[in-house]
């Protein structure tokens, strides 16, 4: 266990020393950037709206009490959306399309030597191949949890207002009652911890891929499960140090 964790942060100081210069890796950062987060756009957004529906309606649904007014709703679903859904809910949907992305595409780069031909042309290939992927995941990652904090409250506001639930008015109402600033800064703090995350573990994962095609379905898989018991621990943290 230790010795694992050992490697990994030896992996992760690698990425920092022999750089190429800044021009390759802005084009190779814009291009992550591009497969991450550009990429990951229909997923999330799909997931977003849907979920903050789901809230809206299951909130309702659970307050029959008369005495709790009906704006309540979206004030819920606002926090819940604001405080996990946009961030943990999001990053592990994210840990399953991005880290298994990244990791069979290290691996499948290890075991037909790609790696190999990088390390002897003197390019240090962790750095070359993983810091742009890695700085991509951090840059992307806030955005993509803000837009999918937007739609969460967005699938809600449809939800609640189409079904009868409660008028626009109310919904928006219950947005604004005491709101905390600082909740969207959580959020975005979040994200990048879970980028920077998934990106390190699913990189190490694939970078030390052995074997053949059935060790890179192996290593996606464990950067995956790895992935998202990460992001749940770094959530409990995070919670601790946050509020």
């Given amino acids: 266990m230790f010795s694992i964790i050992g490697k ?26 591009v497969s991450i987060g550009i990429g990951s756009v229909n997923i999330i957004s799909i997931v977003a709206l849907f979920i903050g529906a789901v809230v809206c309606v299951q909130t309702y649904a659970n307050l029959v009490s008369p005495i709790i007014p009906k704006y309540i709703v979206s004030n819920i679903v606002r926090d819940m959306t604001l405080l996990e859904l946009s961030s943990t809910f999001m990053c592990v949907v ?44 951090i840059f992307t990652f806030p955005l993509l949890a ?3 904090g937007f739609l969460g409250i967005m699938g809600g506001y449809l939800a609640g207002t189409l079904s009868g639930i409660l008028t626009p008015e109310q919904y928006i109402y219950g947005i604004r009652f005491s709101f905390i600033p600082f909740n969207v800064t959580i959020a975005i703090i979040k994200s990048i911890v879970f980028g920077f995350l998934i990106a390190t573990i699913s990189a190490y994962k694939g970078f030390n891929t ?31 140090l946050l509020t």
């Fill in 8 to 33: 990994f942060f030896i992996f992760i100081g690698s990425l920092f020393i022999r750089r190429e210069s800044s021009r390759v890796y802005w084009k190779r950062f814009i291009d992550e950037c």
């Fill in 94 to 137: 994210l840990a399953g399309k991005v880290g298994s992305n990244i990791a069979g595409e290290l691996g499948t780069m290890r075991i037909t030597e790609q790696i190999d031909a990088l390390e002897v042309m003197g390019i240090n290939s962790a750095s070359y191949l993983v810091l742009p992927k890695v700085l991509a995941a």
């Fill in 146 to 148: 803000i837009l999918s």
């Fill in 210 to 240: 052995k074997g053949g095609a059935l060790e890179v379905g192996q290593a996606s898989t464990a950067a995956v499960t790895n992935s998202c018991i990460a992001v749940l621990i770094a959530d409990y943290l995070l919670a601790e």
